[in-house]
Structures are given as structure tokens and as C-alpha cells.
């Protein structure tokens, strides 16, 4: 359908969406020239064997619908994070509940707040809801300036989103910040803490912040993802740690009926408990994290500071033509506008091999254009 038919009865907010097309992966030509997918923040790695057999053992039951609350995975989160069962929601990937935050607080004229350069979902979620997007530039070294998003709230603000660490740059809050943030934030705003890369953060020295936010009046839900540190990413399951059950009852009522599946479900409860096979794979981001910092740096690139799974460097030639070229001999990263540069480019930590084959081929081009 199209034509003026469709403009009629398809709501403005959603005519005025972006359309941004799927990250398409291509197909894999083989050893010899192979596909560094190094723009999606995916774990090189796939899951432990058990949080496979366990997937497997879902899958022969699929003729059944799944527990829709995930009370199994639920209380595993329970008793390993100290939050009531009831204070937890689940969702099909954090992204479910980015969502879910927004609809359940906006309304047209509201106002919510987000960091710039950052996850689109932010700005998607908002204006899905008829509410207006204000997006506050992120600090020099990449991480939320909490200060200004402080200045950003108006009576009007309903919902505020900081993420740490954050996307697309990998800079973290300090713990001074997150505390300003909790005091100073009014109690009539939801504050939504993306935590999607919690645990590269914790491994990276950040603080716990689940004793900060519970200081915090107003309410909060703090989402994180198994898609990362857990290498799940195919199968779209994270969860959400709010301030009380009447909050975590509204993520309940919005919820799409069983949107997380069984198989994701198994999976992610069997995830909790391969915790060796999370740790390798933490250590390794870590040291080529270092790695290709230190090799880009050599050839003029900028690392910004990352407690995640990529890396973002400031470019000393054109990002987009960069990451187009990086293209060429299929090597997949994600480019992006600073100000006042030629751009930033992000890219996923992936194997040692990903590692020299982007620090080789950024020397090559460097040269080139």
C-alpha cells in the first residue's frame, strides 16, 4: 500500500521514524578472504558447551509456549544480584525494555533526555512515543556528561538515559558521577541505566553500581543484556533491575505475550552458571583491546578510553571513507560523525587475528586516500 492511503492512516510519529536499514551480514567467501563482522559488538566466541546442550534440550519442547515471566531465570538473577524476584523483568535483548521504558512514561510533549553520539534505540524509543528527543553531547573522553544532562531536565522530562559503559564511545561513568546523578536527578524522572557492556565494565574496574541506584528516591531500572559477555547475542534475552515492584509490574503490563522465547530462556539461565568460559572471554577482550589501541595509536589514530567490547578511535582521515574501504577487503566497523574531526570509527574486539587484520589494513589505507 501506498500513496496518500497510507499517509492518512499511518500515525506522523511514525511517518517522521528514520528508516534505517538491518546491519545485513554477507556471506563468508572462506579462509582466504574472510568476513570480520567487527561492527555489530557481537562476542567473537560462541557460548559455553553446556548453555548449548541446554538450548538443545529447549528446543526438543518448543511445542509449548515459554514461561512468560522467565520465573527460573528470574530467580537465578535474584539470588546472584540481591534484588527481589519481583523488582526483575526480562525482555527479548535489553532493547525490548529501552522500549518499554519509553512507553511507559511518554506522552506527547513529554521531553526525554539521552546522550549524543549514542545507542539509536534512545532516539527511536522516544520518538515512537511522541515524545521529544534531547540529546546532550557525551564528554571529550567519551562517557556521559552527567552535568549537562542534569542541565538538560525541564518540567517537562520524563525519562532519562545514561548508559556506562557507553555506545558506541566505551567510556565510563566514575562513581562521583553516577552518585550526582542518583541525588540530583528529580524523583519525577525515570532513570533508565543502560548496562548492556556491565560486565566489561566490571572487568575493566568499575564500580558496582547497584548500591548507588538503590540510594535514589525516584525510580530506576537498570538494564543489561546476555547478548555480550555471555555470547548470546542470536537469541535476544536481557533483563531489567528497577527500584520497586509497582515499576517492574508496568514493564510487565507492556510486555509483547512470551516475547522471550524458551530456548532463549535455557540458554540464558545456563549462561549464569559458565562462568570460567565468561571470564576467558573478558580477558581476551581486555588484552586486544590494548592491542589494537596501541597499534592505531601508532599510525595517528585516537583511542578514546573503552571498558567494553569495541574500540573507538578518532580518525585522521575521513571515517566514512575509512570504514567504506575497510569494506573493500571485507573488514565491517562502524563509522560515525565528532565534531570538529574527521569522524570516529567503532570496532568490535574480536579474535587476534580480526586484531592484526584491522591494525594492517588501517596502515595500508591510511596511505591510500
Known sequence: MTGPIAERIISPRI????????????????????????????????????????MQHAAARINRYPDHDGGELVRALSARTGVAAERIVIGAGSNELLYASADIVLDPGHEAIAPHPGFPTYEKAISMRGGTYVGVPVRDDGSVDIAATLAAVTPKTRLVFVASPHNPTGGMLAKAYIERLVYELPDDVLLHFDEAYYEFGR????????????????????????????????????????????????????????????????????????????????????????????????????????????????????????????????????????PGTPGAIRITIGSSEDTDAVAAAMARLLKAL
Do not use: C
Not at 220 to 238: C, D, M, N, P
Not at 244 to 255: G, H, I, Q, S, T
Not at 302 to 310: H, Q, R, T
Open 203 to 338: 572487568h575493566a574496574g568499575g564500580v558496582e553500581t547497584l548500591p548507588i541506584l538503590e540510594r535514589r528516591r525516584g525510580p530506576w531500572i537498570a538494564t543489561r543484556s546476555f547478548s555480550k559477555a555471555y555470547g548470546l547475542a542470536g537469541i535476544r534475552v536481557g533483563y531489567g533491575l528497577t527500584n520497586a515492584r509497582e515499576l517492574a509490574d508496568a514493564y510487565r503490563k507492556v510486555r509483547v505475550n512470551f516475547s522471550v522465547n524458551a530456548v532463549a530462556l535455557a540458554g540464558a539461565r545456563a549462561a549464569l552458571d559458565a562462568g570460567s568460559h565468561m571470564q576467558a572471554l573478558l580477558d581476551h577482550t581486555a588484552a586486544e583491546r590494548r592491542r589494537l589501541a596501541a597499534a592505531l595509536e601508532g599510525i595517528g589514530f585516537e583511542a578514546l578510553p573503552s571498558a567494553a567490547n569495541f574500540l573507538t578511535v578518532r580518525t585522521p582521515k575521513p571515517a566514512p571513507a575509512l570504514a567504506a574501504a575497510l569494506r573493500e577487503e571485507n573488514i565491517f566497523v562502524l563509522p560515525f560523525p565528532w
Open 15 to 54: 511517518r517522521r521514524l528514520k528508516v534505517v536499514p538491518p546491519q545485513v551480514k554477507p556471506p563468508d567467501p572462506g579462509p582466504l578472504h574472510p568476513v570480520r563482522s567487527l561492527h555489530l559488538n557481537e562476542s567473537p566466541f560462541p557460548p559455553a558447551p553446556s548453555v548449548v546442550e541446554a
